[in-house]
């Protein structure tokens, strides 16, 4: 595997409900990423932290409200959700946030909105 | 606007074939690419990378060329095999390296017919 987790796999939840995805990374890495991935479109990236400090914040709605502790996780809040919230989100690192890197994705988590 | 994109949403392919896999992109301040796979139900796997100093990057099985003066960039598969099928996608850095943001393409669908 990569070396990047995430959980839950899979998660359905409610408009009204909050939860919160997780990512790990054993790489040794300094830069995390949250991308959000629909049917038939790009990977759309979220946020982007380098060394727990978030450099990147594409106009994501604040309904997705990321944290990073400490460099090998990541977290990302859900609350008040919409159904085309629906998607894989997807957790990437890098070994830096500069020199243009090979980032390092994990396996998505599969999220629902109802 | 900038924007990286592939030119056929599918390609069926023969086992045992070569796979051409082709990736435009519109940025020439563009000198980092890379080629992803992502299988069903996984992440995106880094395939191979190449930097605008160099036109081909050769690993196991795989090719990349990098043709700068039209855009261009393409993954060739040597022996296409079942393990082989999933989702290609190309991506660029566009920022001379001052960060590792990527730019995603669509992505492509590899078929491969046994």
Not at chain 1, 9 to 36: F, I, P
Not at chain 2, 75 to 92: H, R
């Amino acid at each position: 595997e990569t070396g990047v987790t995430q959980t839950p796999r899979h998660l359905v939840m409610g408009m009204t409900n909050k939860k919160s995805l997780k990512c790990e990374q054993h790489l040794g890495h300094n830069a995390m990423y949250w991308y959000k991935q629909s049917a038939k479109k790009p990977l759309e990236l979220m946020f982007v932290y380098s060394l727990e400090e978030r450099v990147e914040n594409n106009s994501v709605p604040s309904r997705f409200s990321p944290e990073c502790p400490n460099s090998s996780h990541l977290f990302l809040h859900l609350h008040t959700l919409q159904p085309e919230d629906s998607a894989l989100y997807l957790c990437a690192s890098s070994q830096e946030w500069t020199g243009g890197r090979e980032q390092f994705f994990g396996p998505g988590t599969r999220l629902t909105v109802l | 606007g900038e924007s990286v994109g592939l030119h056929l949403p599918t390609l069926s392919v023969q086992e045992g074939d070569n796979s051409i896999i082709n990736c435009a992109y519109s940025n020439s301040a563009s000198d980092y690419f890379i080629w992803y796979k992502q299988e069903s139900g996984k992440g995106p796997q880094f395939i191979i990378d190449i930097r605008s100093n160099m036109d081909k990057r050769q690993g196991q099985r795989v090719t990349v060329l990098l043709n700068k003066t039209v855009k261009h960039l393409s993954l060739q598969i040597a022996a296409t095999q079942p393990g082989d099928s999933a989702v290609y996608f190309c991506a660029e850095n566009s920022l001379g390296g001052a960060n590792s943001k990527l730019t995603f393409g669509k992505g492509i669908t590899l078929s491969v017919r046994p």
